[in-house]
């Protein structure tokens, strides 16, 4: 029996981890934003609006927020296909929190900068 327990077994024991491990990454927070202000957003519209996010990496990421449930996929049979991103009822939950924690953000985001700037790291210590 190994002595490391693997990522499937904390993500069991601890959803905390489990679900911002997925939200913290670079892009998923971003992509949930835009959703949640436009409702409705068809792919090459979200790759847009975000700007700096790879075709590739838009997709990862929609993939897996639907996966997670937060995201709905709805393929429209026309001509050119159509697909069309919005936000679950899940989704939906989870902005109301997350919009606290963005709004604490803009309101403190130059305090944390201007404290990164004055932060004096302390000494070294070498080793004995």
């Known amino acids: 029996m190994s002595v490391h327990k693997s990522k499937v077994d904390w993500a069991e024991r601890c959803p905390i981890r489990d679900v911002l491990e997925r939200m913290g990454d670079r ?6 934003l835009m959703l949640n202000d436009h409702q409705t957003m068809r792919f090459s519209v ?24 937060l995201v709905l996929r709805t393929a429209h ?9 919005s936000l679950t009822s899940l989704g939906e939950s989870f902005m109301q929190p997350m919009r606290q924690l963005l709004n604490w953000a803009d309101e403190n985001h130059q ?14 210590h070498e080793a004995l």
Not at 77 to 85: C, H, N, S
Request: proline share 9%; charged share 25%; hydrophobic share 40%.
């Open 27 to 32: 892009w998923s927070m971003l992509v949930l």
């Open 46 to 69: 979200l790759k847009n609006a975000i700007g700096d996010i790879s075709q590739r990496m838009l997709s990862q990421t929609l993939r897996r927020l639907e996966q997670d449930g």
């Open 77 to 85: 049979a026309t001509v050119p296909p159509r697909v069309d991103y």
């Open 111 to 124: 305090l944390v900068r201007d404290a990164r700037v004055a932060y004096v790291p302390p000494p070294k």
